[in-house]
């Protein structure tokens, strides 16, 4: 919700679509505010499942809510304030393309290696990359992100599709307003020498398989 009418302000994507029942929108990733603030939207009172309502009578009498925090600070949403009144409609579109950018170049890198396939479409997308081996090298994308964070630090995780697809592994990389040209370039020059390391040693060994986080979230 804090991309697509950025990127694509002539593009129907809310309510407008029948199919489109709820609209997230994430101020602490795409809205440039630190974490604790985001909107849950619902087309109608109908689509919020009840086990999501709240009930308290905390100030005298009886209000539903299904906020996911109970009680906490105001600073988050006075900083999302701020970025709106300081960025407007102009400021977030020239953010979100020069993210879009930013991650079309490290798409592009990455295909240039040779060694992977570029999940998804190019015309309309968010600023990530979503990718995958092609082929068998010997080691796996989870060797890949273990690789990755032991060696350099960095944070690509890899997981399985949902069901029906469940045995797709994937990658994604999520290139944000603090990520520039450079940082795209020492990933994707991490990321080649991570597969050059894994090709020389192999896949992971046991004891670091044991670490590696492949379930659901992550």
């Known amino acids: 919700g804090f991309v697509w009418p950025f990127l694509y302000p002539d593009s129907e994507w ?4 029948e199919q489109v029942r709820s609209i997230n929108v994430s101020g602490h990733k795409f809205g440039l505010v630190y974490p604790g603030i985001g909107w849950l939207i619902f087309r109608e009172k109908a689509d919020l499942a009840k086990d999501l309502v709240f009930e308290e ?22 900083a999302q304030y701020y970025d709106f009144v300081r960025y407007g409609r102009a400021g977030y579109t020239y953010i979100m393309q020069n993210m879009q950018t930013n991650a079309r170049a490290l798409a592009e ?45 960095w944070m690509v995780p890899a997981y399985t599709l949902p069901p029906n697809a469940q045995d797709v592994t994937i990658m994604r990389a999520l290139v944000k307003e ?31 398989r044991k670490k590696i986080v492949t379930g659901p979230g992550h």
């Open 109 to 153: 890198k990455l295909e240039a290696m040779g060694r992977f396939e570029i999940i998804g479409p190019d015309e309309e997308q968010l600023p990530l990359v979503a990718f995958r081996l092609a082929g068998d090298p010997g080691y796996d994308e989870f060797d890949i992100a273990w690789q990755l964070s032991a060696e350099r630090g």
């Open 14 to 17: 809310d309510f407008r679509l």
């Open 178 to 208: 603090t990520m520039s040209r450079e940082h795209v370039d020492t990933l994707a020059r991490d990321i080649e020498e991570a597969c050059s390391t894994l090709s020389k040693k192999g896949g992971a060994h046991e004891s670091e």
């Open 57 to 78: 009578n905390y100030l005298g009498k009886t209000d539903s809510t299904f906020t996911l925090n109970f009680s906490t600070g105001s600073s988050m949403v006075l």
